[in-house]
Structure formats: structure tokens, C-alpha cells
């Protein structure tokens, strides 16, 4: 147990390394990761439930594991940040992404995926890394938690609402059951879990296992969609590393004037701009890949699964530009 917990601290630790690694790797053998893609079983309403769905059933799992009910009471405690981090969390980065499709003037299903991304909750590896650049983990835990909750609802309406202007008809309902499917009922049962268990050893020991399990999954996500769509990456064209490297940074930028508008403190500052940069691009790529209404565009995948990979990278810099740069100030 001892061993399979240091293995996840070094998972944990290097995310996106071992995320990038697993996409070259995938990249060059796609045969390593196109388990990914195979159908479980079809679901009449929200249609394909494959593995990399069950996937993401872990991944949010894991993130219901952290949740006590003390969290809760923070979150009751605490009405104006975390409204004013839920407000931003869905104006920010949808809103962004339509700005960056229409500057861009991009191509339909590239501005779709992209919106889907923007339209998604906070990512949970967000929590991490504002453990680790000093922010406000309660207020992050609180920020990824409520906007997770939300999603079901402002997903697919932020995307009907924000995709309206492509050729591309977008059905809210697919949407809402798979988010129901893969994200709030893990969340749910992973809480349960804790709230039941929680306070026994053996539990305690499995727990600290489960972020190494979220790395692995996050990879296996980005995998799958490389074993699928790899050979399109650099035939869709530089605008989507251009798209999505724009969407991430201002998404940090305005997320942290957002804290600085609102009269936050510094570490709430920090919490904010990585809560609202990094995005649940994983949810976005499997709503992408196991939703019907986006197989006709598998370029919406494409953006989605670099969506996924950088936001991993990116995040790991700023969490380490602002603890270097507090590090600075403290020395000084």
C-alpha cells in the first residue's frame, strides 16, 4: 500500500509530464489506447457510454472522495466567493471562447469543440495546483465543486446558446444525461463513500492512493482520443494549438482580475485564475467523442483533447510561476 501510494505523490507531482508522455507514446502506437473508444453499451438518450466514460466515472469519483461535510459548510459559509467564482466560471470561459472563435474566424466544428471546452466546469486537477502555488484550497475545492454541480445545467446551455450561430444543431438533453452519467453521480457516490467510511484507516490509505488513479485517467482520456484522431492533429492546422493556448491564458488572466475586482486577497487571487483557466477538458473530449450529435465533427475531439493536455501543462507553470514568485518576495 505504502509503494502504491509513493507511485501516486510521483503521479500527482508530474502530471503533465506523464500526460504528455502518454500522448506522444499514443501518438506514435495507436493501437496502445484505442481500447478507449469501444462502446460499453448505447444509451437511447445520450448515446455512446464507452471506457473512456467509465474513465471519467473514476476521475470524478476520485474528486468525491475528497469531499466532507465539512466542505459544504464552507461553501455556506462562504456565499459571495464562491458565487462570485461560479459567475466567472461561466462567463469567463464560454464567453472567451466565442470572442477567440469569431476573432479566429474558425471553422464550425473547431469553434464548437472549443466553446464545449469553455462551457465546461473547473478541472479537478485545479485543486492541486493551488495547493501547490499557496492559493485558497478551500475556496478551490469549493469553486470546482459547485461548478461540477452546475454543469448538467449550464453545459448544454451554454453551448445551444453560444453555438447557435454555427451550422452545427446542438441538443442540450444528450448532454445533460451524460453529465449526469460521468460526473454527478461518481461525485455523488464518492462522497457518499467518505461520509460512510471516511474515518477508518484502511479507507484513510486507499484515498491517498486515488489522486495517482485521476493522473493515469486524465492520460488515458487524452490517449484515446490521440488513438482516434492523432493523425488529424497537424492537418486541422496551427490555429487549434493558436485557440486553445489563447482560451487557457486569458482565461488566468481574467479569472485573477476577476479576484482583483472583487477585492480578494492574494490567495483567493491565485485560486480564482487557476480555477477559471483550467477547465474539465476531459468531460469536454468524452462529451465530444460518445455524444451523437458531434460524431459529423471530429475535429470538435481534436480541440478538446489539446485542450486537455495543455490545460495540464499550463497549469503546472502558473502554480510554479506564482510559488517561485512568492518564494521571490519572501527572500526579498
Request: with cysteine.
Amino acid at each position: 500500500m505504502k509503494t502504491l501510494q509513493n507511485v501516486s505523490k510521483f503521479l500527482s507531482k508530474y502530471t503533465s509530464g506523464i500526460v504528455i508522455a502518454i500522448a506522444i507514446l499514443t501518438f506514435a502506437i495507436p493501437q496502445l489506447m484505442s481500447w478507449v473508444n469501444i462502446p460499453i453499451f448505447v444509451d437511447p438518450v445520450s448515446n455512446k457510454f464507452t471506457w473512456q466514460s467509465i474513465i471519467i466515472g473514476i476521475i470524478m469519483f476520485s474528486m468525491g472522495l475528497t469531499l466532507t461535510k465539512e466542505d459544504f459548510h464552507i461553501l455556506a459559509q462562504r456565499p459571495f466567493d464562491i458565487v462570485i467564482g461560479a459567475v466567472a466560471q461561466y462567463l469567463i470561459m464560454p464567453f472567451l471562447a466565442f470572442a477567440i472563435v469569431k476573432v479566429l474566424n474558425l471553422p464550425d466544428a473547431i469553434a464548437l469543440g472549443l466553446i464545449l471546452v469553455g462551457c465546461c466546469p473547473g478541472g479537478v486537477s485545479s485543486n492541486v495546483m493551488s495547493y501547490l502555488c499557496g492559493g485558497d484550497v478551500a475556496f478551490s475545492v469549493g469553486m470546482t465543486t459547485v461548478s461540477t454541480l452546475l454543469s448538467p445545467v449550464m453545459t448544454p446551455l451554454m453551448v445551444s446558446f453560444l453555438a447557435s450561430g454555427t451550422k452545427i444543431r446542438i441538443q442540450g438533453i444528450p448532454m445533460f444525461v451524460s453529465i449526469i452519467e460521468t460526473v454527478i453521480l461518481p461525485v455523488a457516490i464518492g462522497f457518499l463513500f467518505n461520509y460512510l467510511y471516511g474515518k477508518r484507516k484502511k479507507f484513510q490509505e486507499v484515498q491517498k492512493i486515488m489522486p495517482g488513479i485521476a493522473v493515469l485517467g486524465l492520460g488515458c482520456v487524452v490517449g484515446g482520443v490521440i488513438a482516434s484522431q492523432g493523425s488529424k492533429f497537424f492537418a486541422s492546422g496551427v490555429v487549434i494549438f493558436i485557440a486553445v493556448f489563447l482560451h487557457n491564458g486569458f482565461g488566468y488572466l481574467l479569472g485573477y482580475t476577476s479576484g482583483v475586482i472583487t477585492g480578494m486577497n492574494y490567495a483567493k487571487r491565485k485560486t480564482i485564475a487557476i480555477e477559471v483557466g483550467m477547465q474539465n477538458a476531459g468531460l469536454a473530449t468524452n462529451l465530444a467523442t460518445t455524444t451523437a450529435q458531434f460524431s459529423a465533427t471530429p475535429e470538435s475531439a481534436i480541440i478538446c483533447a489539446v485542450s486537455c493536455v495543455w490545460h495540464s501543462v499550463s497549469g503546472t507553470l502558473i502554480a510554479g510561476l506564482f510559488a517561485w514568485r512568492d518564494e521571490r518576495k519572501h527572500v526579498n
